[in-house]
């Protein structure tokens, strides 16, 4: 999967963000490309990234994906885009819907304008579970991104591909409760907000595997979901904080009480491989033929009235699993 990055200018947005950041770090270690573009907003973090990274594959490059004349300056001679930037609380994106979609749409939409016109290879989008069956803005939003990035291939089908990847919560991600927790091991009292609330949860290292293994297979048009386990938050906190009291303060605007990664609409679509599901597009009217025959090879049809959700899914994380993770994790931080 590495040699898809070979002698390649890479360019990530958002690459000041806990993702971005860290898969930069991956790929210098990991690949032989040529150039490693970090694009974002924030000159502070890129200031501290740069004296953190010191490698000479390595540009920052001071930029909003709502500007779309940035991203075109950005995007010349690019080959290969990983497009992470986005708003992502929820609360907050509730309250401020019309930044959420400046941001997450209209960025999107930059994205491909620019990707289009300088013939960049593969552009491939980040997206979240709370895009399958959205309920709140942010979720709504990166549907949206979705939808756009897969509509994107019929631009210039012989000279870009677009592609997402949609998975749970990253364990450690910054502003994560996972975080804040690991942060103050000592509290005597927490808040949570539902004792039978779920959630699918992936390790930064999975989430670059998906990443990896979707910009080598991408044709154009795809959605890759990991096959990630579930935890009840209440166990978490129970792996982390075990001695705090938990106060119970009610799901917040715009939660759901169990997510999902794959909704019953996509599973008539999608073909479940060995370690990931794959949403194909329902039209796929840029090619004059099925450029997904592959798929349909390796994989296997699913149940039409399969749901992959956080509550009904059949692999599960122990309180003694999360504590494996947790040691891991404290060692990166």
């Not at 992502?88 to 960025?107: R, S």
């Not at 756009?148 to 990253?170: D, H, M």
Request: aromatic share 10%.
């Amino acid at each position: 999967m590495y040699n898809t990055f070979q002698g390649k200018n890479v360019l990530i947005t958002g690459g000041t963000g806990s993702f971005g950041k860290n898969f930069a770090k991956h790929l210098l270690k990991k690949t032989k490309l040529k150039k490693l573009v970090i694009f974002s907003r924030d000159e502070f973090k890129q200031h501290h990234l740069s004296k953190e990274l010191r490698d000479s594959r390595i540009r920052f490059f001071l930029g909003d994906i709502r500007d779309q004349q940035r991203l075109h300056r950005a995007f010349q001679d690019i080959d290969i885009v990983i497009h992470a930037a986005a708003l992502k609380q929820v609360p907050a994106l509730e309250y401020n819907p019309h930044e959420a979609i400046k941001t997450n749409v209209i960025g999107t939409q930059n994205i491909i304008e620019a990707a289009v016109d300088q013939k960049v290879p593969r552009v491939l989008l980040v997206s979240t579970d709370k895009a399958a069956e959205p309920t709140n803005l942010y979720g709504a939003s990166k549907l949206c991104a979705e939808k756009l990035f897969v509509s994107g291939n019929t631009y210039a089908p012989k000279k870009t591909r677009f592609s997402a990847v949609r998975y749970g919560n990253v364990i450690g991600s910054r502003g994560s409760v996972v975080e804040s927790l690991i942060n103050n091991p000592n509290a005597k009292k927490v808040s949570l907000t539902h004792e039978d609330m779920t959630r699918f949860w992936i390790t930064l290292e999975e989430s670059f595997d998906l990443v990896l293994f979707a910009l080598k297979n991408m044709v154009g048009g795809e959605i890759f979901v990991p096959k990630i386990p579930s935890m009840k938050l209440v166990d978490l906190f129970d792996a982390i904080v075990p001695n705090a009291k938990k106060e119970i303060t009610g799901i917040r605007p715009g939660e759901k009480l169990h997510e999902a990664l794959l909704s019953s609409n996509e599973a008539r679509c999608a073909r479940e491989l060995k370690k990931y599901f794959v949403v194909l597009p329902e039209s796929h009217n840029w090619s004059k033929y099925n450029p997904y025959k592959k798929y349909n090879k390796q994989g296997k049809k699913i149940d039409p009235n399969f749901i992959f959700a956080s509550n009904t899914n059949n692999k599960w994380l122990s309180t003694n699993d999360f504590k494996k993770i947790l040691v891991k994790l404290k060692k990166q931080i």
